[in-house]
């Protein structure tokens, strides 16, 4: 069972850091009807990982990523709005990347993959978009690495959208949060089993991938949740949980555990390399000088830049910087900053809290 | 050149957590003299990683990890003071640890270490000070795991010190802070040449110790430190550093990778495994219930509890529990929350404002 329809990129598609793909494609899935003035779409991009399932449907009753967030009489009303979410080009789940086979000589493309820039994300969601013979979205939106192509997005694509939100995102990653990226990254490359990026689909440098998960999973959250949540309890022994030595014996272990085994047995270790230093590398104010000048030509009738208190990955701070530059380029912008706990996942988790902006803002 | 001393621990050494060592020995550095009543004696504890060496001396002049901080007329004065700073047992600097020849076979111990508890470490401080002859410390005092190891002495050694100094500790480590150290831990683990603890001298797990201390680097300081400090500015080429595929292209990067550097050449991966585990092991209260029942047979004539606000490993909300707690065990305590940026390593760096509470704590 699965809702994934396919967009072909432009042949050649030209990178945004040079290199071009042949035969590229895009796995998306949309919920709600396009209206007949193509008027009413809302395209979605996610964070680092997520397939484009962000919700059920009648084709895939299975819940997605964004499920309480996107659906009829959901926040992203899907009786109203005709959404579209995009798996990223360099992702695994349908679109092409690292772990595609280049047409040209029927390898897979692995390091071989040109570099991936955000604003590649950005100009796969505009072609899907004019794949469905859409001039101008309503919306574009994003969390986290989906909020900076979604800004990466406008400054691109001059007037291809009304509206924007971008949720616990960045104008550029910061040195804190490349330097968890950096670590992550070299623990994979740093797994004899990743071999240059050259493994077999059947023995992947898992336990790079593991520990750079586990990272991930540490910093997505926040102390105080934990301390709440977790505090000192025993470790959890569930059946088939791994222990290594010196593992700690305390719940939050079989936490970090329990989230890192689906991941790591679905997600390529080539694909997460390429996406996490595009997220590094990505700085909006290297399109015209500065994020103002950058934002200035959008043609964004409105804004909704949101961040939540505790997130340390994605500091508030970095939010209300965005929020002050989409004002100062002349867009009508709302800022909020809820008082989530949950730290940068609040997004997937506290959802209670992100209903009534984001309802708000597309309703009026 | 080398000021180190070393004291026998007793024979047996019965640790904390079962087993016991034989022959144990713990090297030791003073600075000033012992007065006649042998009342003036500080016992410093470090954190996880240095050696005893916390100040040049005349025997050796080479700066210690807390330079500033201690000598003649600086804040721990050793115009008056007796100080003395002991590298922990399980470290690999002189004291008996993981890297050391077990007597019993001439084999290092390796994994045949009995497990590490802070307690084993407060109870060698304990041992040198007897070995001095010195019945009761003026002050016993560490930051970090130091911090941990003091308490745990005022908690084990009732009237054995009149003060204490606890530093950026906690009464326990919080479910971050075991996250953060367990994939540290996992690293090591997980590089195949850790070969379960029976790595060769000459091929240590380097991969792994380089990626658990460069997240312990990470986490160590603050976001903000780094937003001010280095921004996005480009990685700093100089001579020999590495750069691993997918590393960044930022200045960050240049400096986890130079701070990394000399701490793999010299910090033994066993030793690191067991410091680390046995910090997330420790409970204040495990002794005798609570951690105010721990501390109240202790005997503190004052206590001064020292925390940063930008501390991520070790929040500040920590340091005031357990400020209440000691106030509430009926200890004169004094709190003092530091708006340093330095996060948890602040106390090493921003020494001018570590400097007058402790200097005039230490002077009342």
Redesign the interface.
């Known amino acids: 069972v699965n809702a994934r329809r396919f967009a072909r990129l432009p042949d050649p598609f030209r990178m945004w850091r040079g290199g071009e793909l042949h035969g590229a494609q895009i796995a998306y899935e949309t919920w709600g009807e396009l209206d007949s003035r193509r008027s009413n779409a809302v395209l979605l991009f996610t964070g680092l990982s997520p397939p484009a399932h962000a919700a059920s449907s009648a084709a895939d009753p299975s819940p997605g990523w964004w499920e309480n967030m996107l659906g009829a009489g959901r926040a992203i009303d899907t009786a109203r709005w005709f959404v579209i979410c995009i798996n990223s080009p360099g992702s695994c789940f349908g679109s092409t990347g690292p772990a595609s086979v280049n047409p040209a000589d029927g390898q897979l493309y692995r390091?071989r993959f040109p570099e991936l820039a955000l604003e590649d994300i950005a100009r796969a969601g505009y072609e899907v978009l004019r794949t469905l013979g859409i001039e101008r979205a309503d919306t574009v939106m994003g969390p986290s690495l989906g909020a900076m192509v979604a800004v990466s997005f406008v400054a691109q694509f001059p007037r291809a959208t009304r509206r924007i939100v971008a949720i616990s995102g960045s104008a550029?990653?910061?040195?804190?949060?490349?330097?968890?990226?950096?670590?992550q990254?070299?623990?994979?490359?740093?797994?004899?089993a990743w071999r240059?990026?050259e493994y077999d689909a059947d023995s992947p440098p898992i336990?790079?991938l593991?520990?750079a998960r586990?990272?991930g999973t540490?910093t997505y959250r926040?102390?105080i949740e934990?301390?709440e949540?977790?505090?000192?309890r025993a470790f959890l022994e569930t059946p088939g949980i791994r222990k290594?030595?010196?593992?700690?014996?305390?719940?939050?272990?079989s936490y970090?555990e329990a989230q890192t085994r689906r991941f790591v047995s679905v997600f390529d270790a080539n694909c997460y390399?390429y996406l996490?230093?595009a997220m590094?590398?990505f700085?909006l104010a290297q399109h015209r000088g500065s994020v103002r000048a950058a934002l200035e030509p959008s043609g964004l009738e409105r804004a909704l830049i949101i961040g939540v208190e505790s997130d340390?990955l994605f500091?508030i701070l970095e939010q209300r910087a965005l929020a002050d530059d989409f004002e100062a380029a002349g867009i009508s912008t709302a800022f909020v900053a809820l008082p989530s706990i949950q730290g940068h996942d609040s997004f997937l988790v506290d959802v209670a809290r992100f209903d009534p902006p984001i309802r708000s803002f597309l309703t009026a």
């Not at 990653?173 to 670590?183: H, K, N, T």
């Not at 949540?229 to 000192?232: L, W």
């Open positions: 390091l550029a990653a910061s040195p804190f949060a490349i330097a968890l990226r950096s670590i990254r070299e623990a994979i490359v740093c797994d004899p240059n990026g336990t790079g593991r520990i586990k990272l540490a926040s102390a934990w301390r949540r977790f505090g000192r290594v030595p010196f593992a700690s014996d305390y719940a939050i272990q970090l390399l996490s230093r590094d590398l700085d340390m500091p």
